[in-house]
């Protein structure tokens, strides 16, 4: 069985990841282009941010640096 959460409020802000994993280009690239290009993301009544999330790795253009963010997601870190 599933269950589904339907929000009764709508979203209001996304953010836009690209670089969790420095080696990995095709977010990167997208981001870059939508921190430039920012219209192209932008609807009415929604807040869109993009970000580099891990710039040092995608600088050396290796999947990380001090630790995997993918790996991360433990309790203590949420």
């Not at 929000?7 to 969790?20: D, L, M, R, S, Y």
């Not at 977010?27 to 993301?41: D, T």
């Not at 995997?68 to 309790?75: A, K, T, V």
């Amino acid at each position: 069985m599933t269950s589904c959460h339907i929000a009764e409020e709508h979203i209001q802000k996304v953010a836009i990841f690209g670089g969790t994993h420095g080696n990995e280009l095709t977010g990167v690239f997208l981001v870059k282009h939508w921190l430039e290009n920012g219209a192209e993301i932008q609807r009415t009544g929604l807040e869109v941010k993009p970000f580099i999330t891990n710039p040092r790795a995608v600088k050396k253009c290796t999947r990380y640096i001090d630790c995997d963010l993918n790996r991360i997601f433990d309790l203590e870190n949420l």
